[in-house]
């Protein structure tokens, strides 16, 4: 999808169609229209046909009262209780129903409507957000009636006036939004396809002013790498390790980790076959962290950026990693494996430990690490834990700002000791294995950052997603993107 500045309004933009948002009392902007539409509009809002009701939508043709040939109305409920979610959804869901109905090309001027606080730069930056996600389908295996598949190709933003604050906004929106539909479409690549090395070759297509180096099997050994092994050793695909440097700061550099398992099979401690079938989308903060490189690097943010990512399959086989093995880590750490089926945190235990070799200022982690926490938060948040409660605050503003949210999850000594194993220094599960599920992991975690601010996000809720609604869709979502690209934006040096 395009999208355009153009510097028109409703009364001059010809087209097929204009998105315009009605809030269901403050109808004030919308007299002169009606009074052009010889009082059509009024006419619907008092036979309660349309009431400006949250999401409702309204297609009106204009009878060539103006250029545009139709206006669609878009609800924006009560404007005391509107907000900056509200409107990017609102976004995505016009830009759906209009690419459903066939319209190729569309401007909107829902970058207009009002939001306390808000300025015309990031309403703009929303709006566009909403439809350039909404836009997103996962079609590449597709081969029936493909003639039939319906995309947007244009969006234009209408500013009569502030078209360069307009400009920009979208700009930014576009980068981001484009680097989080790429994420998605990683994430819902079947596992048979990207691969570890399929993964890797994605990494080589980020910006040139991204450095990519990548670790092989006999890399990961020198460098003693057990947790990553381990893992692998099921498998019939060599793991890799990316390390993807973006320097645009003399400061020390940021560290993002993401889990890259990319299909998970629960290994000897084998999934049912429910909850093995989506198991594809185990590499989504791997993902995560490629996309917000593309990101950044494309928008040239001063920042010093490293993202570490393990990859690897976890698989059954005679040669898989057992329950009651004892790995040793790229720290001399020893964990003992009680169910093979929590691997992400053994792989982040090397990737961790390695991370912290490079002195950076602050690492933080993303992973579809626990079920439990998905139990806990559903797939509303993220959940966030860490050793420092700066970094962790940083972290959640920039969520709340993007609405990409994290919720504050505890990290108490107690957790740590359920983590402590008797015949190794740790153990992959709680004890007991019921209890606490995303704390303890969390827990066994912390025991790899030992001197930097940290900051863990465990994304397995948010990351993936059952509805096609408003600006997500079915499959994978880049929750993250959008986070850590705020987060960087204003990075100060001191936490």
Known sequence: MNVKVEESDIFTYEGECIVLGCFETDRKHLAVLDKKFDGRISSLFKRKEFTGELFQLWLLNTLRKIPAENIL?????????????????????????????????????????????????????????????????????????????????????????????????????????????????????????????????????????????????????????????AVNAGSSLDPKFIVAEYKNSSDAPIALVGKGVTFDSGGLSLKPAQYMEDMKMDMAGAGVVLGVLKAIAELKLPVHVIGFAPLTENMPSGLSYKPGDIVTTFSKKTIEVLNTDAEGRVILADALAFAETKNPQAIIDLATLTGACIVALGTAAAGLTGNNHSLMDKVARAGDAVFERCWHLPLFDEYKEMVKSDVADLRNLGRPDKEAGALTAAAFLSAFVEKTPWAHIDIAGPAWSQEDKFYWSKGGTGFGVRLLVELLKSWKKNL
């Open 73 to 229: 109305l878009v609800g924006l409920g009560k404007k005391e209780e509107f907000d900056a979610e509200k409107l990017r959804k609102a976004s995505g869901h016009a830009a759906k129903f209009l690419r459903e109905a066939g319209v190729k090309v569309f401007a909107t001027v829902l970058h207009h409507s009002e939001v306390t606080g808000a300025s015309v730069r990031f309403l703009a930056q929303t709006v566009t957000e909403g439809a350039v996600l909404a836009n997103y389908k996962f079609v590449e295996y597709k081969t029936v009636d493909r003639d039939k598949i319906r995309f947007v190709d244009s969006v234009v933003l209408l500013a009569s006036k502030n078209k360069k604050d307009v400009e920009s906004g979208v700009n930014e929106a576009v980068v981001v939004s484009k680097a989080q539909c790429w994420v998605r479409d990683l994430v819902n690549s079947p596992p048979s396809i990207l691969t570890p090395e399929n993964l890797v070759a994605a990494a080589h297509l980020l910006p040139k002013s991204v450095k990519v180096t990548v670790f092989d099997k006999k890399r990961i050994k020198e460098l003693g790498m057990g947790g990553i092994l």
